[in-house]
Each structure stands twice: as C-alpha cells, then as structure tokens.
C-alpha cells in the first residue's frame, strides 16, 4: 500500500541549444528505461526554446519543484530524475523532531502522581483512631 | 549483643519469597499472559526497537526519519529486528537485551527518500583571514512502521 508521491516529470528542453546536450542524450537513451522502471509516474519530453533546459517535477500536494539540467551528463539527469521520483513535496527546511506519532503514550501518560500510594492509604499520626 | 544504630543497615529489611512459590508465580504470569495474547485482547501496542544506531519507540502507523541511506527501494517492506520491549495496556515484554524473532514481527514500508535541508558548515577566525564555507546535503529515509504483532510462544 504505497503510493508515489511523484505526479509528473517533465522534461523542457530545446533542441539546439548546447547546454541540453545531456538531456537529449538522456531523452534518447534512458528515458524510456526510467519509465519502465517508475511505472507510476509520468514523463513528458517537450523540446521548446526556453532559456535553459528544466526538469520539473509536480508531487501529489501541489508543490512543483525545478531543476536545472544544463551541462550534465545523463547519468547525472538520471540521478536526479530517481532523486525526485524518491521524494515527496514536503519543503526541505529544518524538522525539528526525526519521528511523528498520533498515539505517544498507551498505557497512559506518566505524570508526577504515577506510581505513588494514595493519601488515603498512608498510617500517619493523624489518621490513627484515637 | 546490644542494638546499636550501626547494627543493621539503615534500609528496611525485605524478605525474598521463597523460589519454589516464586518459580509457581512466575508460570502462572507466564500463561496468563500467554492466553491474553492467544485470545487478542491486547489493544494497541508499542515496542523499542534500536535501528540505525537509535533506539526509537514505535507504535503502528508512525513516522520515523533516518539521517542514512537504505539499500531498499521506495515502497518495500522492510521486517524490523533488534525489538527490546514489546508492551500493551496490561502487559510489557522486556528483552535480555533482546527479544526472540518468533515472538514479535514489525514490519515498515519505505516511504521516501530525499536529502535533508542544506546545512551550512562554516570556520572562521578573526583577524587571521581564514574562513571556509561548506554546504552539506546529506540523504535521508523516512519509513512508516505498519504492524507490530506478538505470537503466544513464551516459556
């Protein structure tokens, strides 16, 4: 039961620029690897004449993030594709607690009267019977 | 011999039962806790287990994020091992140091793998003109644990 949270990816390049070298080679090579290995994520390829060649990738919460690939080889494109298939859309800034539970505490919360007799049950000299 | 105040310890005296009955007591415990576990009437349970050089306590459907990579892909299904205590409403199970893999079952799925926020690593000395600058994004594995089951096999 486990759901990509990788909605597209998509690939803007243009075709005659120099810097997208590694993109078309990754467009010719390992593009349709990539997809048969991430089954559940959409690729698209579209060459327009942007300024630089993009990589985009929308997860499941609305969060588009972009990535520069100019001059990069496709090994590195396909790092980077796997890196965002890996993610989700949450924002990369500091998380203050590694962990995250909706139940913390089962047999009841410790609080400073845990594990202490009741005043009820205390022999003092006050309770004794006179 | 008279009773001074260094005679006996200042601390009460306790009398250990006798081995015997406390061996009973124990057996008793034992199957006790054993039916309660055969017939399911534990409600959620929780469990420490030490993963990733941590020790985390885990309950069913958390969030627990790791500062390493895993060599398992997204979506895998990952058995825990090295659980040191087990416990429910009425009863815990505590390990020496650990507890035996037919007993309980934990199981996590992969659910992410990105890099953390780029923390910056900077030195700097005054009036020596040495500083340096570092920025470092280090991976990181969020799992989610699934199920924590006992089996009734103690002993």
Redesign the interface.
Known sequence: RYVRQLQRLQLLFSPTAADARGARQFVEEAALDFARRHPDVVLYISPCSGPAPLLRAEYLNGTVREELIASKTSEEIVQLATKLAGQSGLDIIRIRKPFHTDNPSIQGQWHPLTNKPSALTVQGPRLQPQ | VAKTSLTSPPWPEVKLPDPVEEAKFHAEVVQKVNKMIAAGQY????AVVHFASKQ?K??S???????NVLEAE??DRIRLEKVLLV???DF?LIGRPLLGKDLVRVEA?V???????PKINMRFWKRHKYQKKKIIVHPQT?LRINTIDIFPCLS
């Open positions: 409600g959620r349970l929780f985390w885990i309950t459907e958390d969030l627990i994020m790791m500062d997204c979506g416990g429910a409403d815990t799925t659910i992410e793998k990105t890099e953390s926020w969020v």
